[in-house]
């Protein structure tokens, strides 16, 4: 059997369509794909002060970079949500490439998984304003009192962060903000 041109054709217009479908939904639900540099997500495990063995959890985990670096620079665990199609399966295909046994990426949406984030030690997000205040009840009352919680650029509405610094992100210096459960 002969694989045309045509064939090849519209194998890639059905991944294209596939891929573009999966983040207009994305973008639909409030939480397009942007994905965060590597000195932006080291700097947001630092300020957490991730340690060999924790659990990072990156809630809307995208490409999986976050999880990718977390266990390679900080040896923790890592697991991502994801309600992307495509962002789910390339972060699970990244995950695959990198070698990084510890990491799992799990689909759906992010409210369903609150075993996942009582577990974290470290929560990463890197959504925008809105998403963040419309999880943002959920997520301080799910967490553990001990967890911490890290936006890159964007913040929740009602809850000060316990420190903010200053980081580099897609060539714009932006906030990174730490915060904790209040008790």
């Known amino acids: 059997m002969v694989i045309t041109i045509e064939i090849i054709m519209i194998i890639v217009l059905l991944v294209v369509a596939f891929w573009q479908a999966s983040l207009i939904y994305a973008q639909v639900l409030g939480a397009p794909s942007v994905y965060a540099n590597k000195d932006a997500i080291l700097e947001a495990c630092k300020l957490a002060g991730l340690k060999k063995g924790q659990t990072l959890l990156d809630l809307g985990c995208g490409d999986g970079r976050s999880l990718i670096i977390a266990s390679k620079e900080f040896g923790a665990f890592g697991i991502g949500i994801e309600r992307s199609p ?3 399966l390339k972060s699970k295909l990244n995950v ?3 070698g990084q046994k510890n990491i799992k990426i799990l689909y759906g949406d992010i409210q369903k998984y609150d075993d996942e984030v009582k577990k974290a030690d470290v929560i990463y997000v890197y959504l925008l304003n809105s998403v963040l205040a419309k999880i943002e009840n959920w997520l ?3 967490i553990g ?3 911490k919680i890290v936006s890159l650029a964007f913040k929740f509405p009602n809850y000060k962060p316990k420190e903010i610094i200053r980081v580099k992100n897609l060539r714009r210096i932006t906030n990174l903000a730490l915060y904790s459960k209040k008790y």
């Open 145 to 147: 009192n001990k967890t």
């Open 140 to 142: 301080f009352a799910t």
């Open 86 to 88: 495509y962002c789910y």
């Open 96 to 98: 695959y490439l990198s």
